[in-house]
């Protein structure tokens, strides 16, 4: 994936991101989006082995057949998402120490505020934070 300032994200998408961070809660969740040049095709909701309401961490057997069937597809890994339950959405300590996919976007949506869901999207190379303009789309 190349270097990207802003994000179309399909609503649809979006919503399903919404909906696991809130059937997860009040642990994190997690998960896989997958596409071709920029656009996702499928989202993966995956494990999260950390169950914990501060961290996450993707299943690596789930890891595994998702990287798979992308490099059987030829897509590519677009980002990662998980979800904030008690904080903003942005990228913690722990999210900038874990952060290993340089060229994926982090998607992190935050459930502090229930009545206002924020879904937000970073850049993480090296420990440096770039949030990218996320749009909703559809």
């Known amino acids: 994936m190349k270097t990207v300032d802003l994000f179309n994200l399909d609503k649809k998408y979006a ?5 696991h961070a809130v059937s997860a809660a009040p642990n994190e969740c997690c998960g896989i989006l997958a596409g071709i040049n920029n656009n996702v095709v499928k989202l993966y909701r995956t494990t999260n082995t950390e169950r914990s309401p501060s961290k996450y961490k993707i299943n ?3 890891m595994f057949s998702i990287y798979k069937e992308i490099s059987e597809n030829r897509w590519e890994l677009l980002g990662v998402y998980h979800s904030h339950v008690h904080t903003e959405a942005y990228p913690s300590p722990t999210d900038v120490k874990s952060a290993l996919l340089p060229e ?3 998607f992190i949506i935050s459930l502090r505020d229930p009545e206002r869901v924020v879904i937000r999207g970073f850049l993480i190379k090296k420990g440096k934070i770039t949030e990218i303009e996320l749009r909703i789309t559809g």
């Open 60 to 62: 690596s057997q789930e």
């Open 15 to 19: 919503d399903e991101m919404l909906a």
């Open 104 to 106: 994926s976007i982090y």
